[in-house]
T-cell receptor, first 112, second 114 residues
Framework: KNQVEQSPQSLIILEGKNCTLQ??????????LRWYKQDTGRGPVSLTI???SENTKSNGRYTATLDADTKQSSLHITASQLSDSASYIC???????????WGAGTKLIIKP | DGGITQSPKYLFRKEGQNVTLSCEQN?????MYWYRQDPGQGLRLIYY???????QKGDIAEGYSVSREKKESFPLTVTSAQKNPTAFYLC?????????????FGEGSRLTVL
């Protein structure tokens, strides 16, 4: 069964600190992996899209990594800001049937 | 500015009523989607449309209906047959098919059944 598991469920860190969010998937055949940021009560916004051949991709202070062999991805946030408080959702695309499998998200809270 | 507009932001429904959620986009995207989001769960696809006058059921289409008469518009009707409609509904669009292209989302509509 195609699944996406994210950890931790929630995370609280102090402003200025770094953090790493994890995503494990069992989707096959794999097409791409995406990370979205969703502010409370708003729609998700795309951070990165990674294909099979990409190991690392950055978007400002956000860096996503992908290990297609172990089927794991991580999202690293550097020098966190209060505006980083949001849910971060990992989404994996299955190549064969246009299906997107969504993780439940990690809720990140940045404290001053 | 280009984007996706959903309305209303908040909607309350009595049991037995049908309600329609609006979704309009000016991104000139061919594909549009409706998702449902419940606490602690990943997004679930309700319906999607790749082109005008054509749409397909997603994973949880029962109790919902859609139409795609114009490229810009993809309204979702939550019917009385939907047993648990209280949720956050998200409309999205993409230029390419959903498994390759970036999805652009609206701000969502929160439906509460009284």
């Amino acid at each position: 069964k195609n699944q996406v598991e994210q950890s931790p469920q929630s995370l609280i860190i102090l402003e200025g600190k770094n953090c790493t969010l994890q995503c494990n998937y069992t989707v096959s055949p794999f097409s791409n992996l995406r990370w979205y940021k969703q502010d409370t009560g708003r729609g998700p916004v795309s951070l990165t899209i990674m294909t099979f051949s990409e190991n690392t991709k950055s978007n400002g202070r956000y860096t996503a990594t992908l290990d297609a062999d172990t089927k794991q991805s991580s999202l690293h946030i550097t020098a966190s800001q209060l505006s980083d408080s949001a849910s971060y959702i990992c989404v994996v695309s299955a190549y064969s049937n246009y299906q997107l499998i969504w993780g439940a998200g990690t809720k990140l809270i940045i404290k001053p | 500015d280009g984007g996706i507009t959903q309305s209303p932001k908040y909607l309350f429904r009595k049991e037995g009523q049908n309600v329609t959620l609006s979704c309009e986009q000016n991104l000139n995207h061919d594909a549009m989607y409706w998702y449902r989001q419940d606490p602690g769960q990943g997004l679930r696809l309700i319906y999607y449309s790749q082109i005008v006058n054509d749409f397909q059921k997603g994973d949880i289409a029962e109790g919902y209906s859609v139409s795609r008469e114009k490229k810009e518009s993809f309204p979702l009707t939550v019917t009385s047959a939907q047993k648990n409609p209280t949720a956050f509904y998200l409309c999205a669009s993409s230029m390419e098919p959903r498994n390759t292209g970036e999805l652009f989302f609206g701000e969502g509509s929160r439906l509460t059944v009284l």
